[in-house]
């Protein structure tokens, strides 16, 4: 839309994170999107706004990003958008700042609903969103990029959890002449038996741990044939 912004984040170099920081600090670029990386530690003067476009899952975090904005006496505003699944957050953030946060519900406000009719009418597929939250593929990109960029999904894991639990990819697959795996027996634990296991058969070798031994004999170690064959050191001429 024609407004200048940079980013801050985790897999952006250390210069590219302060030439960011200076070009936001000398008004070049008045839209400084950024992690947590920035929410500490940054001394800007007048931020006028902060907006969370997700809350922090520790409310200690709200604390410090809001206070980007409203520094050295100064006013400032801080928004958050909060979705229905982020009310518990904005409570626990609210009994630790022990403030009472207004909150307007915006759901089913006209103007922003003429928003969305223009941002789908420009030719947008569909409107952007949390890939968690629709449920979707997530989107690539690096660690850094907020809880969406941690790259494609793997394919062997989007699969149908099985009756017994676990993981559809770690699954047993039939064998290559389409023989099926055997499936392992299963093991029943009884937690008052205590943790007893199935006795083995015996082996020759416990016959001759448990015999007894003589006293005042030494266990000696097996004396190690030189590689010569025993002819000794050869005399040097």
Same mark, same amino acid.
């Given at each position: 839309d024609g407004i200048t912004a940079n980013a801050i984040h985790g897999n952006k170099g250390q210069s590219q *994170? %302060? *030439?960011?920081?200076?070009?936001? *600090?000398?008004?070049t670029a008045p839209v400084l999107v950024a992690t947590d990386i920035a929410a500490r530690g940054i001394d800007v003067d007048g931020v006028s706004h902060v907006v969370n476009f997700e809350l922090p899952h520790v409310p200690e975090s709200y604390v410090h990003r809001i206070g980007r904005t409203a520094r050295a006496g100064k006013d400032g505003t801080a928004v958050s958008f909060v979705a229905g699944d982020e009310m518990k957050l904005l409570r626990d953030i609210e009994k630790v700042t022990r403030q009472k946060i207004p909150v307007a519900d915006r759901r089913n406000d006209k103007q922003l609903a003429a928003l969305d009719a223009?941002?789908? $009418? $420009?030719?947008? $597929?569909?409107? $952007?969103?949390?890939?968690?939250?629709?449920? +979707?593929?997530? &989107?690539? !990109?690096? &660690? !850094?990029? +907020? =809880?969406?960029?941690?790259? =494609?999904?793997?394919?062997?894991?989007? !699969?149908?959890?099985? %009756?017994? !639990?676990?993981?559809? &990819?770690?699954? =047993? =697959?039939n064998r290559p002449g389409g023989e099926a795996a055997a499936p392992r027996p299963e093991k029943t634990y009884n937690p008052l038996a205590g943790e007893k296991t199935t006795p083995r058969e015996p082996r020759p070798s416990d016959a001759r741990q448990h015999e007894p031994r003589p006293v005042g004999e030494m266990k000696r170690r097996p004396r190690r044939r030189p590689s010569n064959g025993g002819k000794g050191y050869a005399a040097k001429g």
């Open positions: *994170r %302060e *030439r960011a920081l200076a070009e936001f *600090r000398a008004g223009s941002i789908m $009418a $420009a030719g947008v $597929a569909k409107k $952007a969103t949390l890939p968690e939250r629709e449920g +979707g593929e997530r &989107h690539e !990109g690096g &660690h !850094g990029q +907020g =809880r969406g960029g941690r790259g =494609r999904r793997n394919p062997h894991r989007d !699969g149908v959890r099985p %009756e017994g !639990g676990g993981q559809p &990819h770690r699954q =047993r =697959r």
